[in-house]
Each structure stands twice: as structure tokens, then as C-alpha cells.
């Protein structure tokens, strides 16, 4: 099995980056990557798999964390039903977009994001729950099982047992029954419904499964950064994680993963150019646009091909004139 | 609400409006010709406000000549922007859903530069025109809000005289709605998409200078603003004029009444709910059917 063998190699390089950057600091930022991978691969089913844009998850993510740190910090409950709560809260949440699935293309990501307006201004106004603009604070660390995660290598951990989770589900989920009906509706909604494959009903579980996704991750985000402002779960959050999928590469679960890590670290690397550093980033994703069909993940593969295939001029030569002969 | 209050929120709303109109025309343009949603047309709208305000810190200049500098920097930033960027990444044949999070990208660019150029505080617009209220029958209209319904209905009108009697207008129809056949016909498709991109950057710095001078300019008016338009051209059906140009007013009266009779707080939440409530009605737009011959 040698796509086990990546697997476990891959793994194993993520554990073991707490033990080579311990700065905390870093290590935070880490987190941060991995809670973005979550969301870049929620968002990857939507678009890549079932090819449904949409600009909504960041009101999920919203919904998520705030559903978590309200029940831990206000009513006590104890983390891991908080987490749980917060996935389907978000869930249940995404069946408030079902009329509006059957939407095509621009009218759907215009609608979705309509959603995320109408979510962030409900975070923003009702402060008697949400906080308003002064936000939440001291929202609790982590407990589960008696035992609480006070350090930011802890939380790294537990981020990574998460989005692993996650990984494995949606990757199991795409090459499923469910991941095939989702493909042929990306690619011919017509012959699928020919097919018996009910359109609205899959591109709605779709959306619900994405919601549970991003709601999780919230949950993760609230205990992670311990303070909640609306302002992180506006639009650009949405198109943020956009940009995640389609510079990872889309249609692509390790691409997902790839760009949420690229798209969250390279601000921090460019930290050093000062008042250049988001005209920089914004041209990194204009190039890396035009760089390849496949984002990243597609990036590499045609790498390694070009340097394996590589002829030097003069066996370029002789292999043509042997063609000749 | 009395008659006053509903008369004020009438020239406000249009005024409003008109200014969604300019830059939804734009982005419903560049859907037509290239299938790419425009989504840096706000900052090519705080490009033109930009230019506008600065022609004016250096001379003092009548309002309508301001009005044309903004235009021609709104129009001027559209061009280089479709030839270096777009241009290029069409020719790398890359999906469009790249090129529509390179436009994410092209946006967060120009904010920035202009954040640079311009400094990160709100500028004033210098008063264009006298303060004094027009008297309207016991009560008092802004001026400026008359001008700005006035001079923004020009535009369009002007945008479809253009569309409708010259020879670029009617190439770039063509274009957009048959490129294989235009080709044929011996229109540059390359070309007039170019076009297609001034225009309707000329339109957004047209908007830039009016909302400008309604409110401040600043380098990150143009997002949210941008990103209303959308919600307008979408609401107009995305792909016709005259339903981006409804649309775009439609959605500044929804504002503007939403903000007077319901919460100023949830003004734009109420737009959002009227736009999904009419997609869900009419999934291509209310006014797609009238818009269709355009």
C-alpha cells in the first residue's frame, strides 16, 4: 500500500514538527494552519467534488465558535459537547440554505454570500449572546477528560488528531457511493439526474456536511484563540478559504490541506516587508493562479515529471535522429 | 414616516442606487463578454474616487471635469489590469474559477497600493456644491444627492447610446454574446474584451467620484461597495444591462428604506433576505426577460 505508506509518512512529519519549532508562538500559528485545513477541505467538497461555489463557510465557521465558547463559557458545559454541539448547530444551520441549492454557479456564490452577510450581522447585533463588537473574552481552554490543554503543543496535537479525522472522513466520503453521485453532478447535472441521482437532496447533504466541517473548526478556533470578534467570520474569511482550495489545487483533499497552509503561513513569512506584505501576498495569488490547471497539489506532480523526463539538448538530438533512421 | 422623510429616502435611495447601478453595468459587462465575476470592481471605483480627489488637490477644477478624471482613472486601472493580468491568465487557458480568486487577489492589491499612495485615513471630499437645501414645498432636498441621480442616469444613458448606435458599442455586443461568430465577422474578440474592461472601469470611476463626494474617499471604500453591486447585478439577472442598471437602484431604495423602517443595524441584512427571496422566485433575476433585447 503505498498511498499508506504517504500517509503515515506525512503524518508523522506533522507530529513531529512541535518537537523541531517550539516557539510557542509559531506553534500557534500552526494550529491556526490546521483549523484552515479543516475548513479548506470542507469547502473542497463543496467545489471541488460537487462543484457548488460557495462563499458561506465563514458564517459556518462563525456559527460554530460562537455556539461552542457560548455553551462552555456561559453555561458550563464541558468541552468535547461543545465541539459536538458547535458541528451541528452549523449543520442544522446549512438546512436554512436548502431552498437556495439549486441555484447555478454566480447566483449561488452571490447568495451564499448574501447568507454570510446576514450571519456576520447577527454575530455583530445581538450582543446580549454574541458579545456585539467588543467580542467574547477568556473563553475556556480546552478539557477533555480531566485532562486540559493548557499548552500550545497540546492544542497543536489536538488540532492535528482533528483535522486527520476530518481528512480520513471526507476521504472516505468522496470515494463512497456518495462521492461518485457527487462527481457526475459536477460534471453533467443533466446525465446524473438521468442517472436516478437526486440533485437537490446530494448538493444539500453536500452543503450539510461542509457546515459540520466548518463548525467544528470554529469550535476549535474559539478554545484555540480564546477570544471571538465578529469581525473573523466576515465575507473575506469565505473567500479566504476559497483561496485555500483553488491555490491547493481543486478537486484535491492534500491540495486543500497544502493551501490552507501556504495561505495561512505566507503572511507571517512576509511579515518582514512591513507595509509591502499584502500587496505581496495578493500578487503570490494572482501568479500562483496562472501557474497550473491543478493549484499546488497539481504543481508538483508536473515538477517531478519535467525533471525525470529531462533531456539535454544533445538526447533530444539523438533520439530524433534515431526516430529519423 | 412622514411625506418628507419618504421623499428624502427616495432622492437617497436613487442616489444611492445609481451608484450601485454604475459599477453593477460594469460587472454585468465583464460577465458577458468573459464569464468572469469581477469581484476588484470596488477598487477600481476607489481608483477613480482616488484619481478625482487628487486632480482636484492640485487645481481647482469644476465638478463634472473631476467627475471625468475618475472616470479616465477608473478606466485607465481597468486596462492595465486586463492587459497584464487577466490577458495573460486567459492565455494560460487556466479555469475560471482562477481567474475569478485572482480577481480577490487583483482587489487586495489595489487596496493596498492605494493604502500606500493614498494613507490609511478617510479623505474629505471638498463641497462640491453650495450646502443650502433645495426648498422643495416646505422641506429640503440636498443638492448634491439631485446631482448625483441626475448626472449618474446620464452615464447609463450615454452607456447605451454607445452600446446601441456606435461601432465598438455594437462590436462589443457581438462579442460578448457570439464570440465565434464575431470572429468571423472580423471583430478582434482580444480587443474588445479590452474595451469592455475600460468601459466598465470608466463607469466604476464615474461611481467612485460621486460616492466620494457623498461621503469620504478611502482606500478600502470599494470592497463592501463592490461587493453590493454584485449583489444588485445579481439581483437585475447577472447578464443584463438594464437589469444591472434596475437592480442597482432597486437595491439602494431596499437600503435606504430597510435603514429608515426597520433597524439601521440590519439595513444590510434586509437587502441580502429581498435578494435571496427573489432568486429563489425567479432563479435568473427579476428582470431578466426585459433585459434580454439589450
Known sequence: MKSAAVRVFVLGAFVAVPFIETNSYWLHIFGVALIGAILALGLQLLIGMAGLLSL?????????????????????????????????????????????????????????????????????????????????????????????????????????????????????????????????????????????????????????????????????????????????????????????????GLGSLPGAVIGAIVIVLMPEYLRSAGELRLILFGVLVVVLMGFSRGGIAGLAPMLVQRITQYRLPWQAKVSESREMK | MSAEQFIQGIIGGLAIGCIYSLIALGITMIIRATEILHFAQGELMMIGSMAGLS????????????????????????MLIELSIYRTLRSLRVPLINIVVATFGVSLILQNVARLVWGSEPLRYPSLFTSRGIDLGGFAISPQLIWIVVLGFAMMVILQLFFRYTRLGVAMQAAAQDPEAAQLMGISVKKTTTYTFVVAGVMA??????????????????????????????????????????????????????????????????????????????????????????
Not at chain 2, 252 to 281: H, N, P, Q, R
Request: charged share 10%; with cysteine.
Open chain 2, 205 to 294: 470611476g464615474a461611481a467612485g467620484v460621486l460616492l466620494g463626494s457623498l461621503f469620504f474617499a478611502s482606500f478600502n471604500m470599494g470592497f463592501l461597495v463592490g461587493i453590493k453591486a454584485f449583489v444588485a447585478a445579481t439581483l437585475g439577472g447577472l447578464g443584463s444591462l438594464t437589469g444591472a442598471m434596475l437592480g442597482g437602484i432597486a437595491f439602494g431604495l431596499i437600503e435606504t428604506f430597510a435603514g429608515v423602517l426597520i433597524s439601521t443595524a440590519y439595513k444590510d441584512a434586509v437587502g441580502m433576505v429581498v435578494l435571496i427571496a427573489i432568486l429563489l422566485l425567479a432563479p435568473s433575476g427579476i428582470f431578466i426577460r426585459a433585459g434580454r433585447r439589450i
Open chain 2, 55 to 78: 486632480a482636484m488637490w492640485m487645481v481647482d477644477l469644476p465638478f463634472v471635469l473631476v467627475l471625468v478624471i475618475g472616470m479616465i482613472g477608473g478606466g485607465v486601472a481597468a
Open chain 1, 56 to 248: 458561506g463557510q465563514g458564517a459556518f465557521y462563525g456559527i460554530g465558535a460562537y455556539v461552542s465558547a457560548v455553551l462552555t463559557l456561559h453555561f458550563g458545559v464541558p468541552f468535547p459537547i461543545a465541539f459536538f454541539f458547535a458541528g451541528v448547530v452549523a449543520a442544522l444551520s446549512s438546512l436554512l440554505l436548502v431552498p437556495i441549492v439549486k441555484l447555478q454557479g454566480s447566483s449561488l456564490a452571490v447568495a451564499t454570500l448574501g447568507f454570510n452577510i446576514i450571519i456576520y450581522l447577527v454575530l455583530l447585533n445581538e450582543d446580549w449572546a454574541t458579545g456585539g463588537s467588543y467580542g467574547l473574552l477568556n473563553v475556556p481552554l480546552p478539557r477533555i477528560f480531566g485532562y486540559e490543554l493548557t499548552t500550545e503543543r497540546d492544542m497543536y496535537f489536538f488540532c492535528l488528531f482533528v483535522a486527520a479525522l476530518v481528512y480520513l472522513a471526507l476521504d472516505r466520503l468522496v470515494n463512497s457511493r456518495f462521492g461518485r453521485a457527487l462527481k457526475a453532478i459536477s460534471q453533467d447535472e443533466d446525465a446524473a439526474r438521468a442517472c436516478g441521482i437526486s440533485i437537490n437532496r446530494y448538493k444539500s447533504k453536500c452543503f450539510l456536511v461542509a457546515a459540520f466541517t466548518a463548525g467544528i473548526a470554529g469550535s476549535l478556533y474559539a478554545h484555540h484563540a480564546r477570544y471571538l470578534n465578529p469581525n473573523d467570520f466576515t465575507f473575506t474569511k469565505s473567500i479566504e478559504i476559497l483561496i485555500m482550495v483553488v491555490v491547493g
